[in-house]
């Protein structure tokens, strides 16, 4: 049956050393240290894969609603009234929240897809990099 070590706190050691008089580092084994500095990194690595994995799918679900039309718009064609004619026409459509803000002269929504595919594409390399990085000790 393998016991699990328990690790001191960083003010526990530092309290140790002070009473043997040594070092902080002398207090533990190499393997112990590296321990240490692993199961740190394994910790770092899941939060920043989940984080990672979150923004991006957010990303690309904002992204999806941006360009699906789901507004309704509704409009009167005035310039062909006639005397003959005296009823406008009555236009209907969708449009989505990128060709809203477009009509309206409004570049935010160009800005928001291109900061958010950026984003997406940082986040996926950064993800990527996660894998591939290995501590040097």
Known sequence: MKVEAFF?????????????????TG????????????????????????????????????????????????????PNVTPQNPIPAHITGNVSILVATLLNFNPISIIYIVFSI?????CTLNFGNFESKTRKI
């Open 8 to 24: 001191p706190l960083t003010k526990t050691l530092k309290k140790l050393s002070v009473v043997f008089g040594i070092s902080k």
């Open 27 to 78: 207090l533990l084994s190499d393997e112990e240290k590296y321990s240490i500095i692993g199961k740190s990194y394994i910790n770092n690595y899941r939060l920043w894969s989940i984080l990672s994995i979150s923004f991006v799918l957010i990303s690309i679900l904002l992204l999806v609603f941006s360009v699906v039309p789901f507004f309704e718009y509704s409009s009167y064609d005035y």
């Open 118 to 122: 950026v984003s997406i594409i940082l």
